[in-house]
Structure formats: C-alpha cells, structure tokens
C-alpha cells in the first residue's frame, strides 16, 4: 500500500537524508558530508566532512558498503556560528566553523545516538549511549554536550548490569522534564524520567518487552509510543503524564524505532526487523487518529529471499526503516524522511505531506 497524497520524493537534489530544515535552509547529508542547501535558489553548500579510513572513503559510493558499514548520518543539528552537532555511523562530535570534525568521544568508548534519539534544551544537547555491552560489564552513560563551549560532561550513570544501553533520551516540550529509554532484555527494558535534570532519575515502568521503546511522542496530556518488542506481540501506549497510569491502544505488526507527532498525530514507523515478533516484511507508517490506528504507508523489505535469508540480510544490511528530520520531540508540520532498506524507497528522500 502506497498513499502517495501522504508521502512524496525530493527530487531537488540526491542526498543521503534531510536531517534538519528551517523557513530557509535544509541540512543535507551526501556520504560523509554535511551541506546546506538553500530553499529558494536551490543551492547546495558544503558545510565538512567527517573524517573516515581511506577503505571506507575508497568504498563508500556502494549503497551496500554504506549499509553493511553503518556509513550513515543519524542526527546533524545546528548549534551556532557554523557550527552543526552531529552523529555518523559510532562517530560523534560536532563539525566547527571551518568544517573540521571535532571528536566527543574517547575512541575505546564509541557507541551511536540512534536517529532522533537525543534531546535539545537551551545551550545543551542531552544524549545516552547505545551499544553492544553484550556482557553488561560498562555503565552506561548519559551525556551534557554545551554548545557554546563544547565540553561534554557525564551527568548520570546507569550502574553495569542494569541496562544494556539507552534507546533515546527525550524532552517533553510541555513540561521540561526528560524521559530514558532503556533496553533489551525483559529486566532491562524501562521508561525513566527525570524533572531535574539528571540529578536524579525515577524508574516509571518496565520489567517486560510492554516497556521497551525506543521513542516517544508527546501532547499536552499524554505520551504515547509504540513498542521495540522482540519476542512479544507489539503495541502502541499512552500513559496520562499526571499519573503515569498506563493504556494499550491497539496491536500492531512489528517493533517501532521511531515516532513523531506531525501535524498533531502521533506517526509510528515499524521497522521491517524481522524479528520473532514480527509477522510479516513490511515497513509502515501507522497514524493514531479519532482514536484508532491506521496504517498510512506498507512498504516490503528490499530484499525478499525468504524468511532467513531475508533476516540475515536484515541483520548485516540494516532493517527496512526510514530516518526522520529532527524535530526536538514537539509538534512539527515540515517532515523529511530517508528510505533504509526498503523495496524502492532505499536511499531516497521523501516529504510527508
């Protein structure tokens, strides 16, 4: 199923996501290179690159390269002066006013922020770390980046063998306190929060796969976010932000990575994982409206080769998803996103109408 009222391509220029837009300015990722290009004349300027090894610099052209070696941006945000705060691939750091990638992290400790999975409040980005720690021996680590003088300062720890790693770290724009996603096994997976900026933080539920999320999608009164559930059916929830009391919605057919609330709907997008839990191949894009679910965009997996095949595909190659343009976790109406995996959507810009 394919609602093109809902979605179309960017023809304007090739790109590997939008990650960042304004009344005048898209910020636009080619490869390891961060551009603004402007709206009205359609110009494209290279803003720096990220520094990577001369293999992958030689490889990086091939779509199946940049997939297998997670070549890709997840999150470029402008903090001042020509300046843009970035993550690509486990690199993280910020590019400064001449274009030079600036490193943040200690190279024996490198890990991802998942898209969107990171929080702008003020003069600082809040951020968690997502990696293997298969043996759960490392705390796991939620970080205070200033935009003005660059320093990126621990601000809370999750003690090892508590989580494996945090999913996102986000600001409900309403009433400022932030939320941690944690995962993965049942005992891992939790929703925290924090009304004083990591000086302390309070468990709010977890304990079971019901509780793992990866993101979450504010209004006024409630929050509401659909599952990353592995082995268990997944759900959308909301919980009322007075209480915390807990609501399931309705089931849907895979885990999602990432959610939104564009033009005031909460937008789910199920990640065609493969996993157990999932039964079928298709990424979708699932609205809550009138107080149902609907599914507004289905789309297969690229490579559909049978179930194991199509896994292990999944698993070197990424999963079928689609990155969206940051939004700092508040209403938007303007929303870019950039095909993963997906049959005929792989490496392609789209704007939600």
Not at 48 to 59: E, Q
Not at 322 to 349: A, C, P, Q, R, T
Request: aromatic fraction near 18%; hydrophobic fraction near 35%; charge should be positive.
């Amino acid at each position: 199923m394919r609602n093109n009222k809902f979605l179309k391509e960017f023809n304007f220029l090739k790109s590997n996501g939008i990650f960042f837009s304004d009344s005048k300015y898209l910020i636009v990722a080619r490869y390891n290179g961060v551009y603004l290009f402007d709206k009205n004349t359609k110009k494209l300027i290279i803003q720096g690159h990220v520094k990577i090894p001369w293999y992958d610099n030689l490889f990086k052209y091939f779509r199946f390269y940049q997939r297998l070696r997670r070549l890709i941006f997840y999150n470029i945000i402008p903090i001042g002066n020509n300046r843009f705060f970035l993550s690509f691939s486990n690199k993280i750091g910020y590019l400064d006013e001449n274009g030079e990638f600036i490193s943040i992290i200690n190279k024996s400790r490198s890990f991802k922020i998942l898209n969107n999975g990171l929080s702008v409040d003020g003069d600082y980005i809040y951020y968690g770390e997502y990696f293997s720690n298969n043996k759960r021996d490392k705390k796991v680590n939620i970080y205070r980046f200033s935009k003005k003088t660059f320093e990126n300062k621990i601000v809370y720890s999750f003690p090892h063998k508590s989580i494996r790693h945090v999913h996102g770290l986000y600001r409900d724009p309403f009433t400022k306190y932030f939320y941690i996603l944690t995962g993965d096994l049942p005992n891992e997976c939790g929703i925290y929060i924090s009304k004083d900026k990591f000086k302390s933080v309070q468990l709010i539920g977890g304990g079971d796969e019901s509780w793992r999320a990866v993101s979450l999608v504010f209004t006024e009164k409630f929050i509401y976010y659909g599952t990353d559930s592995e082995f268990i059916s997944n759900h959308v929830y909301s919980f009322n932000k007075k209480n915390f009391s807990r609501k399931k919605i309705g089931r849907i057919s895979g885990p999602v990575y990432y959610s939104v609330l564009y033009n005031n709907t909460p937008l789910f997008f199920i990640t065609a994982e493969m996993c157990p839990s999932q039964n079928d191949k298709f990424f979708k894009i699932i609205e809550y409206k009138n107080d149902i679910l609907n599914t507004r965009l289905k789309v297969l997996k690229d490579y559909n080769l049978g179930n194991k095949i199509t896994k292990i595909f999944s698993r070197f190659f990424m999963p079928g998803n689609m990155h969206l343009s940051f939004h700092n976790d508040k209403n938007i109406d303007e929303l870019y996103v950039y095909g993963i995996g997906l049959k005929n959507f792989d490496d392609k810009v789209y704007e939600l109408n």
